[in-house]
């Protein structure tokens, strides 16, 4: 029960790098990595949180337990989606990037997010 | 307890290491591989936090599913040739300090705990009882929230038709282009003979466990679909069109089926998606039986991706 503040700063940091990768990294590829792992930093604050009830006589709190398994699924669904639409765009233009044009100037864009 | 606490910590820095490692992989195949044992630490942090059944979901769709399907795309979009451009310093720093920034915000809001800590389990348990089910979580799942549950499998299969709706004209009722890699007499052969009769019997168990301990009808339907993509990767036996009867059938019959039961009980329960007493627990094994299959082939056909026009060997 000590190690829960500990969950939870690995649950804050996840989010903060998550966050981070997907402004800076112009590859459409790795900012679907980056929202994943956003999304489970939020999961695993969400975790903690059902975890707070141990102090009473439940090991944890199975409402936001069952939304987590909920949403790790519709996570899935929605990064597969992510997925096609990407290849489905290399297919098309060639090109995997969201970057501005002029790729000699990478100081132009962050990333469209 | 100190022992605990000192894996918890080592713990906690090798999801952080692996997460930071996913950011600042030089290509998106080295991302995608660590980005699949990220799923699997992650799922041991579950574990942690006596989560077992997020911890199997994790597990099998947050670690296997989504790093299969990142792989394959990695794989693809390789041949494409992306060289890794950075964003400028300003970007990066700019973006450093809002990450960190909101990192500490939900660091604060999540450590300090309100005084009176809100939840709902003394409720859920107190009317599991007339459910039938043991498993708290499956009962939020099939009872309490069941609505959540029947959308989120729409979900799956609105996903699934968007994937396949981009693939192009022609190859309308194709075959996926997942990879092939096979080899006679290779390792992957070998797995791919000897493990399906175990995923299977491990899948049917967790699928009838569900109802009274972690398992459920999400991690048995993921196995049955890593060992039916384990069997089709291997080459033994080729991926359905997605014109396929069977096919169709399978992907539809665990919503289907959920959704006459739901309004079965308009008319014997007296609301939508509510159980008759009595047999709230039969209805629910059933309700999980068909899931099973459906999860078993939505989630595979969305690893393998849009069909595409000839046979890619």
């Known amino acids: 029960m000590n190690a829960l503040p500990l969950f939870a700063s690995c649950a804050a940091m996840l989010m903060g790098l998550g966050l981070y990768a997907l402004i800076t990294d112009p590859e459409p590829l790795r900012k679907i990595l980056a929202f994943n792992l956003l999304g489970s930093g939020v999961f695993l604050a969400f975790g903690v949180i059902s975890r707070r009830v141990a102090a009473t006589e439940f090991e944890g709190d199975p409402v936001p337990q069952a939304m987590t398994i909920t949403a790790i699924v519709v996570a899935f669904a929605a990064t597969a989606m992510a997925v096609a639409l990407v290849s489905r765009l290399v297919e098309a233009g060639g090109r995997a990037t969201v970057a501005s044009e002029a790729s000699e100037e990478p100081d132009a864009d962050g990333g469209a997010s | ?109 999540v450590l300090l ?131 396929g009867t069977w096919l169709r059938i399978m992907l539809v019959i665990g919503p289907v089926i959920f959704l006459a039961i739901g309004t079965a009980g308009i008319v014997l329960a007296n609301a939508f998606l509510a159980y008759p007493a009595g047999y709230a627990k039969p209805l629910i094994v059933a309700i999980e039986v068909a899931l099973t299959l459906s999860i078993a082939a939505a989630p595979g056909m969305l690893a393998a991706g849009p069909p595409q026009q000839e046979q890619r060997q």
Not at chain 2, 43 to 49: C, E, F, G, K, T
Not at chain 2, 51 to 60: C, P, R, W, Y
Not at chain 2, 94 to 99: D, E, R, V
Not at chain 2, 183 to 205: D, E, H, K, S, W
Request: hydrophobic share 60%; glycine share 10%.
């Open chain 2, 1 to 109: 307890m100190t022992i605990l606490l000192f894996t918890d910590v080592c713990l906690v820095l090798l999801v952080l290491t692996i997460g930071a490692s996913i950011v600042r992989a030089r290509d998106a195949f080295e991302a995608a591989i660590a980005f699949a044992i990220y799923g699997l630490l992650l799922a041991i942090v579950w574990v942690r936090l006596a989560a077992i059944d997020v911890a199997l979901t994790e597990a099998a769709i947050g670690g296997g599913m989504t790093g299969m399907l990142l792989l394959g795309a990695a794989a693809r979009l390789r041949l494409a040739g992306d060289d890794h451009i950075r964003a400028s310093l300003r970007v990066r720093l700019a973006a450093g300090i809002l990450s960190a920034l909101v990192a500490a915000g939900v660091a604060g809001a």
């Open chain 2, 113 to 243: 705990p309100p005084e009176v800590i809100p939840t709902l389990a003394p409720k859920v348990m107190e009317n599991l009882a007339s459910s039938g089910l043991g498993n708290p979580v499956a009962g939020v799942l099939f009872v309490y929230r069941a609505l959540d549950t029947l959308l989120e499998k729409v979900v799956l299969l609105l996903a699934l038709l968007g994937v396949w709706s981009l693939a192009p004209d022609g190859a309308w009722n194709g075959r996926p282009a997942i990879r092939l890699y096979a080899r006679l007499n290779g390792t992957l052969t070998f797995l791919a003979q000897l493990l399906p009769p175990i995923g299977i019997v491990v899948a049917i168990y967790m699928c009838w466990i569900g109802a009274k301990a972690p398992g459920g009808a999400f991690q048995g339907g993921t196995i049955l679909a890593a060992m039916w993509l384990l069997v089709i990767v291997a080459g033994l036996e080729s991926i359905p069109s997605i014109g």
